[in-house]
């Protein structure tokens, strides 16, 4: 029988659950509501060490929009009605504050689109009430809901300077002097974000400073179910690594991370980009995710301030980065950063590999041709896997008729015909597995390329040769689909028909199914199957004509062939 038809059918059929688990986890009803607005997870612990009643006084600070604070601000636009709102700009960014807190409640980036191709892509978007909101802990102090006031200062990145400071003042509260420091600096997605923090009480001032981003769980633009990717919170520490949260675990009380570490940072993840406080390392923090309201959750760190003594000053900060997750920039802010890029289980596989894409296309300066040319590169790598194959689907093709008149004298015995069969195999001197076990092999590499085409945020936006403007959307015209297609059909018409008509037909419908599902991929990913395929078609083919081209019992037994 022909194994490799059998296993084809079975990645054809592995495919399909996929899509369908990716469809069941998109079309799957919202999250429960929580028992109380602003909750923590029982799996929080206890409070950090000589950090008093941390968690009562973060649950003092009203969520916007939570039982009892009528005058809060919602979460359903930037600001309360009123408020200020500074537009600070640079080179990279536009970002925008609220004066209630000092809220982070808008950024737009200026090097990439929006779906609709016509204004700049929005992270920090109310849309979402995604925002990145600062405060003291306590009753009495600055928090994220303090009306401030704005010193005076620039607003747009002045031409020839690398930073741009704005300070916003809260007003004096209980002997506190509180000042709310943001610094922009010139080519960085970094924002360095601090409270200076002046006692002019007669007592010694104790509290600590929070840091948390807030988002609804709604999927993000652009997100579709035939390529669905990661979208919630995570955390990340030395002791419990990369640890990724939906937002569905954190609204059930599900969330699994390590709660207090002296290491790591927390953040909001979505294709392409991510959200994150870096707080510098040896700094301990205890990590909180939790449901603020219904389909509102937030992601946060508390962070000690050191005993401030009357009339002295100190300052506590925590940097954010909120940008595209480009790996060569992740790689130098923090530990792990970089695994925000979602390789799935094939990380150890994809990481290499998208280091020789980016090392090609340093060279060549354009991602489309760097795909074309690393597809040559696996080729050529695996090009004696591939050999062994196509020699053993050669081989099959040839005896192909022998076992058509097998399966009509001995079609009524399955035992008989099995035996028949072996028997002809060992007398062509033919491993019925020889083309299917070289495919298992590379089926992990052509996975891990899928996911590293799929997840890297260089390929959007970026052009390859006439239509093709973005080759992380779909090719508008379907050209590469169709010729994907095209290529799949003469792929199989050089492959041995199976014996069997049902199998026989399901491979000839093949090409047209993943045809369909292909005119919704991204281009950079029909792009590479399209070359592979057209690669594998001139390897088959010299290889068949090769093997049923010249004698029989030589070609079979040339190892060349």
Sequence with gaps: MDNRRLLLLAVFCFSIFMLWSEWQRQSAPPPRTASAPGAVSSSIGSSMAGVPEVESSLRAVPAPGAPGSADMPTTSSPAAAGDEILEIQTDLYTARISMRGGDLVGMTLNRFRASDKDAPFPLLDPRYHYRAQSGLTGAGKPNHNTLLVPLPGPRILPEGEER??????????????????????????????????????????????????????????????????????????????????????????KAKFVPEANDGWVALVQHYFVTAWLPEAGLPRKYRLRKIEDNLYAAALIVPVETIAPGEKKTVRVPLFAGPQEQARLDTLAPGLKLVVDYGMLYLLAAPIFWAL???????????????????????????????????MARMRRITPRLMQLKELYGHDKMRLNQEMMQLYKTEKINPLGGCLPILVQIPVFIALYWVLLGAVEMRGAPWILWIEDLSAADPYYVLP????????????????????????????????????????????????????????AQQWQITRMIEGGDPQKAANDPKA
């Design 164 to 253: 741009l400071e704005v300070r916003l003042e809260a007003p004096e509260m209980n002997g506190i002097k509180a000042t709310r420091v943001l610094r922009f600096t010139r080519g960085s997605y970094v924002i360095d974000m601090a409270w200076e923090i002046e006692n002019t009480s007669a007592a010694p001032l104790t509290t600590d400073a929070y840091f948390q981003l807030t988002r609804n769980g709604t999927a993000p633009e652009g997100d579709s179910f035939m390529l669905s990717t990661f979208y919630g919170a995570a955390v990340y520490t030395e002791a419990g690594k990369y640890q990724k949260i939906p937002y569905t675990d954190v609204a059930e009380g």
């Design 358 to 392: 980016s090392q090609i296309h340093a060279l060549l300066g354009n991602w489309g041709w760097a795909i074309v040319a690393l597809t040559i590169f696996i080729k050529l790598v695996l090009f004696p896997l591939s050999a062994a194959s196509y020699r053993s």
């Design 482 to 537: 169709v010729i994907m297609m095209a290529s799949m059909f003469l792929q199989t018409k050089l492959n041995p028909t199976p014996p069997d008509p049902i199998q026989a037909k399901v491979m000839m419908m093949m090409p047209l199914i993943f045809g369909i599902m292909f005119f919704f991929f991204p281009a950079g990913l029909v792009l590479y199957w399209v070359v592979n395929n057209v690669l594998s078609i």
